[in-house]
């Protein structure tokens, strides 16, 4: 197990409080990899200025190791520069991160930033991906002249094009919009966009061509990610292009596949309507998903029988849904000797324990997320963020949904974010990435 606090970023002045006076905005000592510091805003966030030229040392920027690394995207690092409680904090996500602290702490802020840029990366408006803007500020935040405030977010994406970082400054008051955003790969800036006319709703934009003119200018939209549309504005003709185009796949690839998942017991009791088999976030169709896998994957589901039976009291032989007679399905426990139990009598910590097991062992065709369908899946990876995942369990379920968390997330297929209120019990588990939010 490695335990890691979050990484606080130092200021230019050494104090970790920017004071109530100055903007809520990324530190320029934070974004030296980009080789440029940002400019400030009037909005109260930071902005990328498009006017200098977005190239450095071509021969200086592309690491060595840029091709050696795993071939499947996935995001390192969850960057919250100055988000709701975060402020300059770093999060190193490992296959398996376990966030840990007391109440308050802001685990929950934690995933919902990566929720939230999953959702860009997947071409969402910026209201789908912060329906609460003003609860994204953070509270010392204070207004300019023109009353507006916001909050910068960002992450790494790791693959075959090397460590990529994007970082985005959100206006969420008077009006949401993106002031800007930078998508960087070593020192080289691939993208960078500013808004310039707060009349207009859109960015100045100017990314990586290394042709004829170092960079290309033009509009893009204030409302969506401008990462998430370079493969509808670059022409990949020069091999900058195809840089900039590469490294935007591999943000976007990382950032798609992603499924928040909290199970409400209270709705997996019910029987349910049959549908298309494809879990919701909070598990409410377990029983029609189960009528779906057991028939498709034999051996997959006999390892979630399997799995369920090592945290749900007494004797398990197999997990099942059968049919109603009038279009709905619910699911049972397989005791043995012709007895079986109705997942409605089971506890809310069982119940948990059994979604998410089937979480962990299912992929995007069975989950309600969005993968990138042009990229094959061998190229995918999958992202499970689950809030409160030791919630309502006991110590001797939470470890075993650990051990098996670990054995999916070594394949490389699947990786896992979770929010736990302590994780003493995550000492006995190899390869579980702990990061304390503990004041």
């Known amino acids: 197990m490695t335990v890691l606090p979050p990484l606080y970023l130092p200021d230019g002045s050494g104090s970790a409080d920017p004071g109530p006076g100055r903007p809520e905005a990324i530190d320029p000592d934070e974004d030296r990899s980009a080789a440029t510091d940002p400019g400030t805003d009037r909005s109260g966030v930071t902005d990328s200025s498009v006017d200098r030229p977005a190239v450095t040392d071509p021969g200086a920027d592309r690491p060595g190791a840029v091709n050696s690394g795993p071939q499947r995207p996935r995001v390192t690092e969850l960057r919250l520069s100055a988000f709701a409680g975060h402020r300059r904090a770093a999060f190193t996500l490992g296959p398996l991160t376990l966030l840990t602290g007391p109440s308050g702490s802001g685990k929950s802020r934690v995933l919902q930033a990566y929720e939230a840029l999953a959702r860009l990366g997947g071409g969402a408006e910026l209201g789908e991906a912060f329906p609460d803007p003003a609860g994204c500020v953070p509270e010392r935040a204070r207004p300019d002249a023109q009353r507006r405030r916001g909050f910068r977010i960002g992450c790494t994406a790791d693959g075959p094009e090397g460590p990529v970082r994007l970082d985005l400054a959100v206006q969420a008051e008077p009006e949401l919009r993106i002031v800007g955003e930078r998508l960087t790969s070593g020192r080289l800036v691939l993208l960078e966009t500013a808004l310039r006319d707060p009349g207009r709703a859109t960015v100045q934009a100017a990314w ?7 960079v290309t200018r033009g509009p893009l939209p204030d409302d969506r990610l401008g990462t998430a549309l370079l493969p509808l504005r670059v022409a990949g003709k020069t091999e900058g292009q195809r840089r900039v185009l590469a490294a935007a796949e591999q943000m976007v690839v990382a950032l798609r596949s ?3 998942c909290d199970p409400r017991p209270g709705r997996m009791r019910a029987p349910v309507p049959s549908g298309e088999g494809r879990l919701l976030p909070g598990c409410d169709n ?16 006999a390892l979630l029988a399997s799995a369920v039976a090592a945290g749900c009291a007494g004797r398990v032989v197999d997990l099942l849904a059968e049919p109603l007679g009038d279009g709905r399905v619910r ?14 009598l089971l506890g809310d910590g069982e119940l948990r324990y059994v979604a998410l097991a089937l979480v962990l062992l299912t992929g995007p065709g069975v989950l309600d997320v969005d993968p990138v369908g042009e990229v094959p899946a061998a190229m995918q990876t999958l992202t499970v963020l689950a809030d409160g995942l030791d919630r309502c369990m006991d110590p001797a379920q939470t470890r075993e949904l650990l051990r098996l968390a670990a054995r999916m997330t070594e394949r490389g297929h699947v990786r896992l974010v979770g929010a736990v209120s302590e994780a003493r019990w995550a000492t006995e588990a190899d390869g579980v990435t702990v990061v304390d939010l503990s004041p």
């Open 331 to 344: 699911a049972l426990l397989d005791r043995g000797d012709g007895l079986r139990t109705p997942l409605e």
């Open 208 to 214: 990586h061509t290394a042709g004829a003119a170092p």
């Open 258 to 260: 992603v499924f928040a």
């Open 286 to 301: 377990l029983a029609d998903v189960l009528w779906r896998t057991r028939a498709e994957c034999a051996r997959r589901h």
